[in-house]
Antibody, heavy 124, light 113 residues
């Protein structure tokens, strides 16, 4: 089974940036698209964006365009999410999750597995 | 964007009774090319990440108890817990993967009456 292990909690001041990591337990990063999901306190799940580690192609939700950068390092089987110009509304738990790519005709699939989540607190 | 709307927002069910959660999409998530509905259900317990329960609208993930079932097609879907157990207390989300951005319902909180 593939497991995703995320980096720990972070505290940042408004205007700063944060970079979170998501490590695959096995060398299978390129078998998946990696997505990042935001969950504000007491709220639902919001899709932020995705990366195809095979070619580095990314797609971002309009809400996060210009502030969000998702990258992947296939040599360490780790994906990263960097959010800049932080504001208090960015206080949330951030999850990475994976969508398996199934050749020969990879179409959209569900999210599984999920990382344990990383809490980011933005406070002055 | 495809908007996913769940109902109710919360429900309280007695142990052993049936719980039913509805999910409606703003446009069809059915693909005629493979006759599949691009709809998944997740369970999120307090302090935990979401867990996949159902995909293709009705296919139960391996290891998920058979009291969980999914049904529906096109724009209207249902998650049913046939006999609620104490460990089923959680928030349940539907999610479409037909289009990008991927979108979730707002969640339905299930509690024990």
């Amino acid at each position: 089974d593939v497991h995703l292990v995320q980096s720990g909690a972070e505290v940042r001041k408004p205007g700063a940036s944060v970079k979170l990591s998501c490590k695959f337990s096995s060398s299978t990063l390129t078998d998946y698209y990696i997505h990042w999901i935001q969950q504000a306190p007491g709220m639902g799940l919001e899709w932020m964006g995705l990366i195809d580690p095979q070619d580095g192609e990314t797609l971002y939700a309009e809400k996060f365009q210009g502030r969000l950068t998702i990258t992947a390092d296939t040599s360490t089987d780790t994906a990263y999410m960097e959010l800049s110009s932080l504001r208090s509304e960015d206080t949330a738990v951030y999850f990475c999750t994976a969508e398996k790519v199934v050749p020969p005709a990879p179409g959209p699939r569900w999210f599984d597995p999920w990382g344990q989540g990383s809490l980011v607190t933005v406070s002055s | 964007d495809i908007v996913m709307t769940q109902s109710p927002d919360s429900l309280a069910v007695s142990l052993g009774e049936r719980a039913t959660i509805n999910c409606k999409s703003s446009q069809s998530v059915f693909s005629s090319s493979n006759s599949k509905n691009y709809l998944a259900w997740y369970q999120q317990k307090l302090g935990q990440p979401p867990k996949l329960l159902i995909y293709w609208a009705s296919t139960r993930e391996s290891g998920v108890p058979d009291r969980f079932s999914g049904s529906g097609s096109a724009t209207d879907f249902t998650l049913t817990i046939s006999s609620l157990q104490a460990e089923d207390v959680a928030v349940y989300y539907c999610q479409q993967y037909y289009g990008t951005p991927r979108t979730f319902g707002q969640g339905t909180k299930v509690e024990v009456k």
